[in-house]
């Protein structure tokens, strides 16, 4: 049995996207896996998938459930067509509320794709959904809804998602164990709940009403840990196919969103392939194909370019937006004494334009009409650190927190205008150095979600760049942050591939999995129990599937003992 | 330039040991490094081992010192000759002291081998050594030397070896930074501090007198924190050769110490050329000789099979052992409600012939005459845990702790005879339970050094406990365990290859620096700028070669970036 019967991978070494794409992604159930489904009580057309993993009669218990964030790519009775994209779940949710019309949209044009042309043109998406936007200047986020005291089906969904085995977990250790350092942490996530956190800011559900795609998810310090990896091509190598394999691969693995940070040519169809197939929600740095616009020369960057990058891809789709709005340009000065300066891409070039210009950022001078574009689609920030330390020598310094503070006037911002906000931060800090960045932010940012690269907690291993952020992001994630970014063994040597992604994301759902636990969400630990439970009976097979990735555990187990009895023992 | 020209590995496919053993390992310096030697001033002999790794010229940096227990095996002017075994530094210090006498000692028995005979028979290594031992019942242990106020020569080796580049970092970066816990970390290590450490009991330097080939290093709490990678044969597979290759690897990626699990034929003689070709300590767990003595019944077991093992092993020269006399008969009913029971190896073995018998310990009951064993030969002993949690559902239950507290009994006994002491610790366990080990060792066990597995801090990736334990390691490293033994990718699931030692160190010294770098050590921040800075400025050449594993992390970047130009920029 082996979990991923279909992929086809087309060769990684040629820079130019065939003019046949291999639209092949990897599908089926993970071993032992069935893919279920639970319905909604207010909503009842939600439709909430959940893996059960069977286990072998001789353990006398019933398969155990877990959070899944694969979508359809594991249901074997899903007819998956990357050509077609996935089934627009959320867009008659998205029409009953009346409140947002269709509309003509942006035209695309030649410098969105980097001025590609004929057979160096990615194709167009086949289908083109006509994008919708909120009418007569309204709010259509899900905080504003929150905060009108609705509960919408998103918030449903998500309750029930998050919900997963508390009844069970109430039912066979009603001992709750853990330090959530304040968290408010429920025994059971009922609908009210979700709304009551998106209301106060403190979790956000990043879900543009142009990716209908989209299973809804909250991503908030009383929710499980989320992870997050970073996709995207390059100047240098991969292609669409590649890049909606890497995608679909991610998520297979657990990550619960995706970041397309390509560069280059080909950004939106790229984008627009993936959106049309991803089941979690998409972010991205519009900085990054603005400059592209602008030929890569951050000096010519400009609002008009900033604001068209923004319309165009809230109407693709895109749920949330890395924005470098918080460094100014006095902030810069604070960063001369760095071992490593500023090393957040966003980051470097928005201080490139503040001292060409000499002038205030412009993403900082246009907040509020970022913010008037944002709530317009439900598009959420995720508020970039752009000054984030790049070593451990930077860690924690005067710049870092400048930026920080600027950040928390940002969210009160957004806030205002109805706009979900979650924060970015670091990056390298040493282990002793971590707790501050949490305390701090939630003091700052009034506990709008923090959302962390790492942090790596050495500079001394590239290659397991991996494992010395894995460290960082379980402790950070236990202190209270709310989604992990991964970071795959490629992290400062290159572009990860298909084998680094599995193991950034096998990585990081070990750090989310053991701050849940550390922080004692209620059902965490059954998986552990089970597992242990199989370990200490010897029910290998079992061992095997209800690991994170079952695939290596039986590989590394058959290399020793490669029998067939040893596994049934 | 690649870093292991020399390696032969026989294909481990073969259970048999080959006739003609292959006695090559892998040798020659790790890339743009030197070998240096500091000498003593007290002892003027002495001659520590350091790396240089030497930085590009525009770097403007001298070389830099790092930490090296990779013994002859790196240095290309050492001859290497693995039947001759390692040059018998100590030799010379242990006679000088005048209380020991070389004697014919023990004869090897066909049951030391598991009856290994003929072809299946590893031969005896080249040279027999005639052991030595304590002349008149005396204590020739370092803690009864530091008790006595004498400074050996071993002392002033490790105050060189410890304070490494610590002048240098009084120069440049006079800010002391972290937090320890409470630990003692000196600006600067003299010989009077690590003598007063181990006086005190709060260090230990694993050094038998029968192994004079090894480098003195100390395991304590204001020491650096070490390392130790568990390798040995069993029934199923690998030779003589295969094990000493894999002890030389683990020290040329920074293992500290190494622990010989050997279980099945041949163990007497595979051990015997492991500790002649080893430069760091070697522990072991005698319980599991004995146990094959006893053709592996638990419950014929006896102190006199166990009391001929701990003397055998002792003549061969292992520095410490394993010691599982915690677990008494009254604990063993606080396991049974247990999800994983007791799964500690030598745990079971000791519990399995404890009920049959319904007997206390024999280990427990004969701790006293073990001690004038270990004090003989200055064996170290490493208290075993073997009630230490298999699973989170079992973190810090009674029964662990029970035992704990006989460990903190035990510790007093052995220091009454004089004998040098570390604990041994968990396990599985939740991130948000491990300070709470830290602690209670430390003061049940009144500072001897905690020596600790992991620990693991989620059950559910098994092919991924490097990962899961790693994040634990670093944190009760931080906390202030003074060794942490390295769990590999196969922990659970099978015996770990060459691939997975090495991964295995590289995640345990990244745990390990990542602990010296939040407890404040002087100088351990040199290297991740000097690595930082070769990265700000695009010297790839030092990044490379600064790292943990520049092997890796420059196959990774030539994987995208292939061209000799990039390297240079």
């Known amino acids: 049995m082996t979990s991923d019967p279909t992929t086809t991978i087309p060769a990684p070494t040629n820079p130019t996207p065939p003019a046949q794409p291999v639209l092949t992604v990897t599908t089926g159930a993970l071993p032992a896996s069935a893919k279920v489904h639970v319905a909604g009580v207010i909503h009842p057309d939600i439709r909430v998938p959940m893996r059960e993993i069977a286990l072998h009669p001789s353990a006398g218990e019933p398969p155990l459930r877990v959070y899944d964030a694969s979508g359809p790519y594991t249901d074997p009775g899903a007819a998956i067509a990357i050509e077609r994209g996935l089934p627009r779940l959320r867009e008659s ?94 025994a059971h996530v009922t609908p009210e ?218 969210t009160r911002i957004a806030w205002d205008h109805d706009c979900q906000v979650m924060i970015e931060g670091p990056g390298h800090v040493p282990m002793h150095k971590i707790r501050e960045n949490m305390d701090k932010q939630l003091e700052i940012c009034a506990e709008a979600p923090f959302y962390t690269l790492g942090p790596l907690t050495t500079d001394i291993a590239p290659g397991y760049d991996h494992i010395t952020s894995g460290i960082g992001a379980a402790m950070i994630g236990w202190f209270g942050t709310a989604m992990l970014c991964y970071v795959t063994p490629k992290e ?25 636990l550390a922080k004692g969400h209620p059902a965490a630990q059954l998986r552990d129990d089970a597992l242990s439970r199989a370990r200490f009976e010897f029910r290998w097979e079992d061992q095997f599937n209800l690991s994170l990735d079952p695939d290596t555990a039986r590989a590394f187990h058959d290399q020793t003992l490669p029998k067939e009895a040893h596994k049934l023992a």
Chains 1, 2 share one sequence.
């Not at 905080?143 to 029930?160: K, Q």
């Not at 991803?278 to 400009?302: F, M, R």
């Not at 992604?501 to 701050?515: D, E, F, L, P, Q």
Request: net charge negative; proline share 5%; glycine share 8%.
């Open 93 to 186: 949710w998205v029409a009953a509320r009346g409140d947002t019309e269709s509309y003509a949209g942006r035209e695309v044009r030649p410098e969105d794709n980097g001025f590609a042309a004929d057979d160096r043109l990615t194709p167009e998406f086949t289908t083109c959904h006509r994008p919708r936007r909120a009418r007569d200047g309204r709010a259509v986020t899900q905080l504003a809804y929150a905060r009108a005291g609705i509960v919408t089906p998103e918030m449903e969904f998500i309750a029930i998602r998050e919900n997963l085995a508390r009844q069970q977990a109430a039912e066979t250790a009603p001992r709750r164990d853990g330090d959530s350092f304040g968290a408010a942490i429920p």
């Open 193 to 410: 709940f979700v709304r009551d956190e998106v209301a106060r800011g403190r979790a956000i559900i990043p879900a543009n009403i142009n990716h209908p795609e989209a299973e809804p998810m909250i991503i908030g310090r009383n929710f499980l840990v989320k992870i997050n990896a970073n996709i995207g091509n390059s100047a240098v190598t991969s292609s669409m196919a590649e890049e909606v394999e890497k995608m679909v691969w991610a998520i297979r693995w657990g990550a619960d969103t995706v970041m397309d940070l390509s560069t280059g040519r080909n950004i939106h169809n790229i984008r627009e392939w993936i959106i049309r197939n991803s089941p979690v929600p998409i972010g991205t740095v519009p900085l990054y194909q603005a400059l592209e616009k602008v030929g890569g020369i951050a000096e010519d960057l400009s609002w008009q370019v900033f604001r068209d990058t923004l319309i165009e891809q809230a109407e693709q789709g895109v749920d949330y937006f890395t924005i470098h709005a918080g460094l100014r340009l006095h902030h810069i000065p604070l960063t001369v004494d760095r071992v490593t300066g500023i090393v957040s891409r966003g980051g470097s070039i928005m201080a490139k334009w503040c001292l060409h210009h000499h002038r205030e950022s412009f993403l900082y001078e246009h907040f509020p009409e970022i913010c008037e574009i944002m709530r317009a689609y439900d598009v959420s920030f995720s508020l970039g650190d752009g000054l984030r330390p790049g070593s451990i020598a930077d860690a924690n310094d005067a710049a870092q927190f400048a930026e920080l503070e600027t950040l928390g006037e940002l």
């Open 492 to 516: 400062h040597l290159g572009l990860p591939d298909r084998d680094d992604v599995k193991t950034g994301v096998i990585t990081y759902k070990i750090a989310a999995h053991a701050a849940d």
